[in-house]
């Protein structure tokens, strides 16, 4: 198995939304914002090679929005997933399955793309399998108003219709073996039924933290997104995992880190803090 960093490039969101009831003065520290208290954040995907299948892990905000719709989210940066990928020697057509976390734009966006004719939408792996779960799938299809505006039907439909959709089994906490050497860890604090992947690789288990923990400046337990559905259920799954992930070494590859790639967390008198970053090449 091999492990590649695949950059999508980077948007901007508000820093107090990003950081819900922490003030700025704290979460500053680590997260600058602009001028007008916007952060930036990155659309990091992971891809995994292991023999004959090729599977990425979400896929950015994609292309196909509005020129107003981008514009709300100051996309910056040279990166983008096809460069991304061909740096690494593949191309979109090589993917065999794309794993959605959760169905927010910012992470499905790039799963479907305009046609020839820019009438409708297809897929943007056209040999691959899309993976979500029924419980997320319904909520994502059947939004409650607080998060309809990051549930956007053209990046959702066209995945069924196409029917290359697929489900990965809820179990009560986590699945295993959803792919080998991959179970997944489910959270619902932020959207119901995310899904956090966590890979056995060399020895360690590599935990790709999506939404439950953006950023290494969320690491403290009360840094918790405005974004989130439930913070109160954030704060106990994100707790309870955080500890799990510091008492087994796990490192966690952060997608929306502008700056870390992933890190590793430590037990300390005032709670689990961050060890060390570090770029996945180092793993």
Not at 38 to 64: F, P, Q, V, Y
Not at 73 to 94: P, Q, W
Not at 183 to 196: C, E, P, R, S
Request: proline share 4%; glycine share 8%.
């Amino acid at each position: 198995m091999e492990l590649h960093v695949i950059n999508n490039g980077y948007f901007k969101l508000d820093g107090g939304a990003m950081f819900g009831v922490v003030p700025k003065s704290l979460w500053s520290r680590t997260n600058t914002p602009d001028d007008n208290n916007m952060c930036s954040w990155a659309m990091r995907s992971l891809l995994i090679e292991d023999g004959d299948r090729l599977t990425l892990i979400d896929c950015g905000i994609g292309n196909k929005q509005s020129e107003k719709f981008f514009g709300y989210y100051y996309l910056h940066g040279d990166d983008s997933l096809d460069k991304s990928l061909a740096a690494n020697g593949f191309h979109r057509d090589d993917i065999t399955d794309v794993f959605l976390t959760h169905l927010h734009f910012d992470h499905c966006g790039g799963a479907i793309e305009w046609n020839d004719q820019k009438n409708g939408y297809r897929p943007a792996f056209k040999n691959a399998r899309f993976w979500s779960n029924q419980d997320h799938w319904q909520w994502a299809t059947e939004p409650n108003a607080r998060e309809k505006a990051s549930f956007l039907k053209e990046n959702i439909h066209p995945i069924e219709e196409s029917g290359q959709l697929n489900w990965v089994a809820v179990g009560d906490d986590r699945t295993k073996d959803v792919f080998p050497n991959v179970d997944v860890f489910f959270a619902n604090g932020h959207t119901d039924k995310q899904m956090i992947p966590m890979i056995r690789h060399n020895g360690k288990t590599i935990v790709f933290m999506a939404d439950l923990l953006p950023s290494v400046g969320h690491i403290p337990l009360p840094y918790v997104m405005g974004y989130d559905t439930r913070p109160l259920l954030t704060l106990e799954e994100k707790g309870k995992f955080l500890k799990e992930a510091a008492d087994n070494g796990y490192v966690l590859f952060l997608e929306h880190d502008e700056a870390n790639e992933c890190c590793t967390l430590k037990n300390t008198e005032k709670g689990v803090r961050l060890d060390r970053t570090m770029p996945l090449s180092e793993i």
